[in-house]
């Protein structure tokens, strides 16, 4: 290395004198050969510069602290994502057996088994509803999964038409008559209870169509998992290599899905419900999983998601997240850390959804002011995620060149 | 005064203006290409439902797609005939036209390098670039399909401001992107390279260094430095390689760092017009040599065993050895060294060689240069802007106030954001066409809230059942573009019956890493605004920092 080093120190010098001849203004026309020589001059001492860089962080060794995005990706992929798609995938397997079972002899008691294994799957799947990017994507997994308000009536000329029922058929009908908002149009009846569900089940048909449904579903839920799991499709080791910069890169696709499970809280799960599209007219057959009243639970899901991948967080381990890389590039808010805005911001949320008593369709008229309220903070979290968190990543993403802002 | 027009209207070599036009076009071409296969005129021209015209232009409107297409594989050509020199005024006037089209079709896609492009392929029509021999030492070698195809159009000399012009362009530019980089966030903050850098972290070589805020600061001030003295630098003989070199780190370290698109290789390419006629005439030479180079070691892989020379076709021969020999390249520089008589090697001679250069107009049309075609071909008026005055046709000054209008206009039209109220980062009024490049890290995000005053029906609008993902995010930090959606709200609403739709923007803003802040008065029926030069009144203006929030 020393060797080196005074080596390149002899370079150096001659290289300056010769240089400095070489600008020396010699003649008064500088001809061909001195624009040839300059030009070369020029390139050696470029080459001199970059072996002297080089030299250099040889020496002084490893790199400094800078932010490792690909410890971050590593963590919420391997802590985080990967686990939620195979519990995801357990429990559509436990419904599909569930169904099965009910299948062969529908009962009350096997029809409430059936419906809490439907509310744990759902409960699961807005744990992995962010993750819209990979096997989700390309399977085009998203709204076959869950796609509400579902349709009743294309569900029931599903049903009623003439068409043998069997996983191939359901898989060959939109998204909104399958999925886990067609399994809860026929597993509830908020109006009319169990037993008049379980009257429904009277035609056999239905009964194959609710075990294709199930089945449909945990074959998605299987191939989903099989696609992220290291030892089959691994789609872990491709996000976690994206670790660039760039509009691709897995940070930003995941920042990105952050924000648009956020916006999709924030406008379907709440705002349309509200009125927010419809000039204030409430409309609480839109809220997501009215029928078996759960809806303000899997919101909590959702946040709970949201502040998992931005804490890096899993079951109790706190590892590397957004919120890391956001003080390690020292962002600020309002004068304090914006991770501690942000993860506050999660917790006004919560409190907000907690302070709803009733299911969400009731809410929508009897506690308005506290679904307001939530919906308020929901759209402060979209500016923190979209404006400050998004510009603090100093990502530039952009779709194309940039030379704007 | 006069003496300047003396200056500017001095002969002077054709051989920058080649080079210069080579590079434009190959560049171009590249863009266009890389454009195309990006998928971005798809996702730019084709795709999005509501586009955000300028202010004037909004008559400007995208075609269909197959036409879109159509536009873009003519810019392509266009681009390849400047840089072959083929139809060179059709091609130049061609690229112009059509890249100007698309650029005014949307905002969204406004970059400097686009309105920079924009300028130059403008310039590039005033000049005779396509009809040039390569000069002083090879003289009647052409350079240019044109002059291959028409060899008595040809001229070795142009007037100097046919080069300055282009010199003077890009000094605008570097000198105009200098001057907005003196703000205080930029210079006394290092923002927004305190954002944008410590990202580069995984660089190779200088990565470690960018967590540093020393190094931000190092690169703000060299930046502002560089662009601010660049032009100045390129001017001179002695400072010239070195501003070159610093010209070539530059834009290559803007090009590692931002996604920049082709703009460092624009700049890289173009600033070489600063350099004197030589170095472009041996530029030239090599690019010939090599061009023959790669003709000989086909033709040997082809024919073997035959000799090289004659029999090559003649597209081949174009770039080489075309005009009053037909003979092989070699063969021709030997010949052509030998020839005293006709290429002098005192370069003053060159410029002053009676009845082939007038010294008034930089025009050389000599017979004697040019045997195949002994009569004289008509002198262009562009090229002859001070021919004697009975054949000063009225049209032959018009060329020059039209240039001198442009460039007026470019000097001051940067200025107009002196005239608006507030400041320019945050209100974006007068931002653009100002060489303001990577200055700012901006972010917003916008709600639109439309009410019904007639039965107090309120709604919000999802902005992305209507806008590309960058449209929104471009439009979320510029009250101007925020205003044209808003109309375009306006309508849609009025289209579905409701008369007098109040239109409101809910926007927030980050600057420069600090707080978002809401962006416009959020009460303001936007429904009812015009656009326009005037001041935006209804933009909130930004409250000074904290020092903790400067942070």
């Keep these: 290395m020393k060797q080196k080093s005074q080596y390149i120190l002899a370079q150096a010098t001659t290289l300056a004198q010769a240089s400095a001849c070489a600008f020396m203004p010699k003649h008064k026309h500088d001809n061909i050969a001195t624009v040839v020589v300059t030009g070369k001059r020029i390139l050696l001492y470029t080459l001199f510069l970059t072996v002297l860089l080089t030299s250099c962080t040889e020496e002084t060794g490893e790199a400094g602290e800078e932010f490792n995005r690909s410890q971050l990706l590593e963590n919420i992929g391997s802590n985080i994502i990967v686990p939620a798609f195979a519990t995801f995938s357990q429990s559509t397997m436990t419904l599909l057996e569930q169904a099965k079972l009910f299948a062969e002899a529908p009962s009350e008691n096997r029809l409430t088994a059936l419906q809490d294994d439907w509310k744990t799957a759902t409960q699961r799947w807005e744990q992995i509803a962010m993750y819209d990017l990979g096997p989700m994507e390309t399977q085009d997994a998203m709204t076959s999964i869950s796609n509400f308000p579902t349709n009743t009536i294309a569900i029931e000329e599903a049903i009623g038409g003439g068409s043998e029922i069997s996983e191939a058929y359901i898989a060959s009908l939109g998204s909104s008559s399958k999925g886990l908002p067609a399994i809860e149009y026929l597993l509830f009846d908020k109006e009319n209870g169990n037993e008049a569900v379980l009257n429904t089940f009277a035609s056999d048909k239905r009964i194959s169509f609710i075990v294709a449904l199930c089945e449909n579903l945990n074959t998605i839920a299987i191939s989903l998992n099989a696609g992220w799991q290291p030892e089959s499709g691994n789609y872990l080791a491709t996000f976690t290599s994206m670790d660039g910069k760039d509009a691709g890169s897995s940070v930003v696709l995941l920042a990105n899905q952050l924000i648009i499970l956020t916006e999709s809280v924030k406008n379907k799960k709440v705002g349309i419900p509200l009125g927010k599209k419809s000039l204030g007219q409430m409309l609480p057959k839109d809220v997501e999983a009215w029928r078996s009243g759960i809806s303000l639970a899997l919101i909590a899901e959702n946040i709970t998601a949201i502040d998992n991948v931005f804490r890096g967080k899993s079951g109790t381990v706190d590892g590397i997240g957004f919120d890391d890389y956001l003080d390690q590039v020292n962002a600020q808010y309002e004068g304090a850390p914006l991770s501690q805005a942000i993860a506050a911001q999660l917790t006004n949320i919560s409190t907000a959804q907690q302070a709803i008593s009733l299911p969400l369709q009731d809410a929508l008229t009897a506690e308005t002011a506290q679904v307001e309220k939530l919906y308020d903070e929901l759209q402060r979290l979209v500016v923190l995620l979209k404006t400050d968190m998004m510009s603090s990543l100093g990502l530039l993403v952009t779709f194309s060149d940039n030379d704007g802002d | ?551």
């Design chain 2, 1 to 551: 005064m006069k003496h300047l027009l003396q200056r500017i209207n001095q002969p002077t070599s054709i051989a920058p203006l080649i080079v210069f036009r080579m590079v434009f076009g190959a560049v171009m071409l590249v863009s266009m290409v890389r454009f195309m296969l990006k998928g971005w005129v798809y996702e730019q021209y084709i795709k999005p439902q509501f586009y955000f015209p300028y202010f004037g232009f909004e008559w400007i409107r995208p075609l269909p797609p197959a036409a879109m297409y159509a536009v873009f594989v003519l810019m392509a050509m266009a681009a390849l005939g400047i840089m072959l020199g083929l139809y060179y005024r059709w091609s130049a006037t061609a690229f112009f036209l059509l890249f100007t089209y698309v650029e005014l079709i949307d905002k969204t896609n406004y970059l400097n390098h686009y309105y920079f492009v924009s300028l130059i392929s403008f310039l590039l029509i005033w000049v005779p670039a396509g009809r040039c021999h390569a000069g002083r030492r090879h003289a009647g070698r052409y350079f240019s399909l044109d002059v291959w195809r028409e060899p008595a159009s040809a001229y070795s000399q142009v007037p100097f401001w046919m080069i300055g012009m282009f010199q003077l362009q890009l000094g605008i530019v570097y000198f105009y992107a200098g001057l907005a980089k003196l703000n205080a966030d930029w210079l006394l903050e290092a923002l927004p390279l305190k954002i944008w850098l410590p990202v580069h972290t995984d660089l190779p070589l200088i990565g470690p260094l960018m967590q540093y805020a020393w190094v931000a600061y190092a690169f703000s001030w060299f930046g502002a430095l560089y662009d601010l003295t660049v032009p100045f630098l390129l001017l001179y003989r002695q400072t010239r390689p070195w501003a070159y070199a610093a010209v070539v780190v530059f834009h290559i370290t803007t090009w590692l760092l931002f996604p920049i698109g082709m703009f460092p290789f624009i700049m890289i390419g173009l600033t070489l017009i600063f350099f004197p006629a030589r170095f472009h005439e041996s530029l030239i030479d090599s690019l010939k040599r090599l061009i023959s180079f790669v003709k000989h070691t086909l033709m040997r892989g082809i024919m073997v065993g035959e000799d090289t020379d004659h029999g090559d076709g003649r597209m081949v021969s174009v770039f080489t050895d075309h005009g009053d020999s037909n003979e092989d390249t070699d063969h021709g520089d030997r010949k052509q060294a030998l020839s005293p008589v006709l290429y002098p090697h005192k370069p003053e001679q060159h410029s002053t060689i009676p009845g082939l250069v007038s010294s008034q107009t930089g025009t050389v049309l000599s017979p004697v240069l040019y045997p195949h075609k002994p009569k004289p071909a008509a002198l262009s008026p562009v090229l002859c802007p001070h021919k004697p005055e009975k054949n000063k046709a009225p049209y032959a000054h018009f060329y020059q106030y039209v240039l001198a209008l442009f460039f007026v206009w470019q000097l001051l039209f940067p200025w107009r954001f002196l005239l608006y109220p507030g400041e320019l980062f945050w209100t974006e009024q007068g931002y653009r066409f100002s060489w303001r490049v990577m200055l700012m890290e901006k972010a917003g995000y916008v709600t639109f809230h439309v009410k019904d005053p007639a039965t107090g029906g309120e709604s919000e609008v999802s902005v992305s059942e209507y806008l590309t993902p960058n449209q929104e995010k471009m439009m979320a930090t510029q009250p101007d573009m925020i205003l044209q959606f808003a109309h375009f709200i306006r309508d849609q609403y009025r289209q579905q019956g409701i008369e007098q739709p109040i239109v409101q923007a809910e926007a927030y803003v980050t600057l420069n890493g600090r707080g978002s802040r809401l962006f416009l008065d959020p009460d303001v029926n936007l429904a009812k605004m015009e656009d326009g030069w005037q001041h935006k009144s209804w933009i909130i203006a930004k409250q000074p920092y904290t020092a903790a929030q400067a942070q």
